[in-house]
């Protein structure tokens, strides 16, 4: 049986008085959500002060995005996956469809960035999704297999029992659309049987998270989908009420 997992994207929002606020109440209510794995991802600069306003256990910190790099060096702008696991990360967002839209980042990078984070002990959250035209055009297989295979090629498919796979379809982010849950589960579907192609043991405890608009009136019925494990949240992240609400939906599952 694989434990859901819940994982806030808080993007480039906060500040110290909005994140202390959103902070005291997660601590406040974080222990209620049942069996669920829970993190929330903040900006970068706020990464240390987040991790010194958490109080509880039951939320991780992670970062959305880090170096290809493995050391330290003259990569000005950049953050290193060891600074990541020194200010208490476990988890690091990669291949967001913002990350690669808006950045540049490609497969090819996106799979090094993978295999930088598991060497130094972070836990993937690996972005995968379609653009509406990719979707509507019949591309939505051929463009998550390349997605997906480019990473598999790099590090292998023993390496995805410490990866986690966020689906995202790209026309549903920031945008209030929501893929149906049968959409998503048939996509989620694809995912475990591509992995499975290469190794069925490995896919069948593959922790699958959606990141489409998810919000607490819509949690429940994606969550009870059977290849669905969980969400990597966008703004509903950014209110305690609506994220723990959302993390609950996953506990009860």
């Not at 035209?133 to 498919?157: H, K, Y």
């Amino acid at each position: 049986m694989r434990r859901l997992f819940v994982a806030g994207n808080w993007k480039m929002h906060g500040d110290k008085a909005s994140i202390k606020h959103l902070v005291t109440g997660l601590n406040a209510q974080a222990e209620t959500v049942g069996e669920v794995d829970v993190a929330i991802c903040p900006p970068s600069v706020y990464l240390d002060y987040v991790q010194s306003c958490l109080t509880v256990g039951a939320v991780s910190l992670g970062a959305q995005n880090m170096a290809v790099e493995p050391v330290s060096g003259a990569f000005t702008g950049e953050i290193s996956a060891a600074m990541l696991k020194d200010v208490s990360c476990e988890y690091v967002i990669l291949g967001h469809s913002e990350r690669r839209a808006l950045f540049g980042e490609t497969d090819t990078v996106i799979a090094q960035k993978v295999k930088t984070a598991l060497a130094a002990g972070l836990t993937p959250i690996l972005c995968v999704g379609e653009t509406l035209e990719e979707r509507e055009s019949g591309r939505l297989e051929t463009v998550i297999s390349t997605q997906m295979r480019a990473v598999l090629d790099v590090v292998g498919v023993a390496a995805f029992e410490k990866i986690v796979v966020a689906y995202e379809p790209v026309w549903a982010i920031g945008t209030g659309k929501t893929a149906s849950a049968e959409q998503a589960q048939e996509v989620h579907a694809f995912i475990r049987g591509l992995v499975a192609g290469d190794d069925a043991g490995v896919a069948e405890k593959l922790v699958i998270q959606y990141g489409g608009s998810v919000k607490p009136d819509n949690a429940a019925e994606l969550f009870d989908q059977p290849d669905i494990d969980g969400g990597l949240i966008g703004g509903a992240s950014l209110n305690a009420d609506d994220f723990i609400a959302i993390c609950r939906a996953a506990g009860a599952q």
